[in-house]
């Protein structure tokens, strides 16, 4: 799967894009594929304040859970809200239709720690960590 | 042992198959193949998934005392088992909690013990330990077979075709003998771990890979570990280190039909005592409001008090929904009760339900056990 080189990657199997101060953020194929059949999507409210680290959602499959972590402080503007009912999207395109939060940014310097897709790439083939 | 996994007669198959392997109980086992873990549920409840069980070990015991033997260390009535037929057990410690959990096979001179994986270190010692003394011989021979289950609606038909034994006639848990692909010897047990009619095999380990690619060739399908995981939990049935563990007495997991307290052995006293006052706590279900599932080891709460804990969680495919079994106080574990389950610090409402989760429909034919 051809992951975009304007993203920011995590360790932790995030990806993020920032336009402006609007960070999209999602998960890597990566981690779609270790999760295993995908289940459910729990989202977030809109509006809710997330700092760095903190979880912003969370996807259940069969037979785990996955946290996913925001890199940056700020609030919820918008959730894939379809997800919750069907996260097939999730599955088969999660840097498009499988995104799964907007935040508008009010601290950017944790987006600033993460990988370009090169350094990420080389992450995944040093650590076959999940 | 080092920290290299060991293989089983199978695991290249595997590998080259679509499958994902990942350490399991020391050995490198297939968690799932291309289709996932649901598809393989799907296939097990209707019609016929194959899996690979060598890394489960198997003790066979002979000798003057055999029987003895085995009455003193397991808490079924041994003795009792006709031959030909299995039963379910469990060894105990002296406190009455859990060794392991094994299915007794009953033949003519000999008991055969299958036991779990993790086990495999500790079970074979733990007999010696505890039948010092006696006439009987503990023979480990999980190295020395594969082990293999057919489970689902479709596995009689399939094993029919390259198995020569009486399929028609084996009752659920007995067992015969039989070859496979005409010259194989096999044990052919109607047992499983998945709450569907099945079989599992015992024969040559050089015969792994002509058998299994028969069994795929007549229609049944792989199946990994993690599909295993969720029928035997939609099934409500126990998983070594979850439900049962050294901590938890199998009164308290609901495992009294795998125990006769009316004879002596290891554990007897403590769970004729602990029978007596009353279990503290109960395995129960819990029937979950929405979808986010409860995973082994979340608190479960009464009123914002401790109840007790998951055992285990999964998502249950064949329902659609969460599914969790939990060991939850005795006063609280009555069918229908009201109680929290903290998910990841959010608390979500759930109810005691019945167990099993999920159970077959039984023909006539294969009833019984």
Known sequence: MKRPDKARYSKTHEWAILEGDVLTLGVTDWAVEHLGDLVYVDLPDAGKELAPGETACEIESVKAVGEVYSPVKGKVTAVNAGLADDPAPLAGDPYGKGWLVKIKVSDASGFKGLLDRAAYEKHLETADAG | ?369
């Open chain 2, 1 to 369: 042992m080092g920290d290299a996994l060991r293989k089983t007669p199978l695991t290249a198959w595997h590998a080259a198959h679509g499958a994902r392997m990942v350490p399991f109980a020391g050995f490198e086992m297939p968690v799932q193949y291309e289709h996932g873990i649901q598809e393989e549920v799907r296939v097990v409840r209707n019609e016929c998934g194959l899996f690979d069980l060598c890394h489960m070990g198997r003790l066979v015991l002979r000798g003057g005392d055999h029987l003895a033997a085995a009455d003193h260390v397991l808490s079924q009535n041994v003795a009792k088992i006709p031959e030909g037929a299995i039963r379910y057990s469990l060894i105990c410690t002296p406190d009455g909690t859990v060794v392991d959990d094994v299915l007794v096979y009953r033949d003519a001179g000999s008991v055969h013990v299958v036991i779990n994986a993790s086990g495999r270190e500790t079970d074979p010692a733990w007999f010696r330990e505890h039948t010092r003394g006696r006439k009987v011989e503990i023979e480990d021979v999980s190295d020395r077979q594969t082990m293999l289950a057919l489970q689902g609606p479709k596995s009689a038909g399939i094993l029919g075709k390259l198995c020569d034994a009486d399929l028609a006639s084996l009752k659920y848990y007995r067992f015969t003998r039989g070859r496979l692909l005409k010259k194989h010897d096999a044990l052919v047990s109607r047992t499983g771990y998945t709450g569907e009619d099945g079989f599992e095999l015992f024969f040559a380990p050089d015969a792994a890979v002509a058998v299994w690619e028969a069994l795929v060739a007549a229609g049944g399908k792989p199946i990994g570990l993690g599909a295993r995981d969720v029928c035997r939990t939609e099934a409500g049935m126990p998983l070594y280190g979850h439900e049962i563990n050294r901590e938890i007495t199998p009164l308290e997991a609901d495992l009294r039909f795998g125990v006769d307290l009316g004879k002596e052995f290891v554990g007897a006293k403590a769970l004729r005592t602990q029978d007596g006052k009353g279990v503290p706590r109960r395995l129960v279900g819990l029937n979950v409001e929405g979808k986010r599932v409860p995973r082994e080891g979340c608190a479960v709460r009464s009123g914002g008090e401790d109840a007790g804990f998951v055992t285990s969680g999964t998502f249950s495919p064949t329902l659609d929904r969460p599914i969790a079994m939990a060991l939850v106080k005795t006063a609280l574990a009555k069918e229908g009760e009201s109680l929290t389950v903290d998910l990841r610090g959010r608390d979500v409402a759930v109810k005691v339900e019945a167990l099993p989760f999920y159970s077959r429909k039984r023909q006539k034919k294969t009833s019984g056990g």
